[in-house]
């Protein structure tokens, strides 16, 4: 990578930064409410995609192995309203059957 690539993307985040410091800040209250419940998803926009990249990223390639199923399982005990506690539980367990299966 490049010294001016890396200097871009430095100015770029940054700029991304003080735009929502500044330019969100000074929002009218009317657009406010149109823009706070877009901003609310953000976080979990970001966790999902960590969750994704972490399970399935190699070294350069796609990785498709018992994480993947931990983490369906773990998905659809959220979505059936388990407590935290159980998600992980059964997250955990699928995951390890499916590492014992092979």
Same mark, same amino acid.
């Given at each position: 990578?490049?010294? @001016?690539?890396? +200097?871009?993307?430095?100015? *770029?985040?940054?700029?991304?930064?003080?735009?929502?410091?500044? *330019?969100?800040?000074? !929002?009218?209250?009317? $657009?406010?409410?149109? !823009?706070?419940?877009?901003?609310?998803? +953000?976080?979990?926009?970001?966790?999902? %995609?960590? +969750?994704? @990249? /972490?399970?399935?990223?190699?070294?350069?390639?796609?990785?498709?192995?018992?994480?993947?199923? *931990?983490? *369906?399982?773990? %998905?659809?005990a959220?979505?059936?309203? %388990?407590?935290?506690? +159980? !998600?992980?539980? @059964? $997250?955990?367990?699928?995951?390890?059957l !499916?590492?014992? /299966?092979?």
């Amino acid at each position: 990578m490049s010294w @001016v690539s890396i +200097i871009v993307l430095v100015v *770029g985040a940054y700029g991304f930064k003080v735009f929502g410091v500044l *330019g969100l800040g000074r !929002v009218a209250d009317g $657009a406010a409410a149109r !823009v706070e419940p877009l901003t609310s998803l +953000i976080p979990a926009a970001l966790f999902a %995609a960590l +969750i994704v @990249v /972490q399970t399935v990223a190699g070294d350069e390639a796609l990785v498709l192995d018992a994480r993947v199923v *931990g983490v *369906g399982v773990g %998905a659809v005990a959220v979505w059936r309203r %388990a407590p935290f506690v +159980i !998600v992980v539980v @059964v $997250a955990m367990t699928a995951t390890a059957l !499916v590492r014992w /299966q092979t």
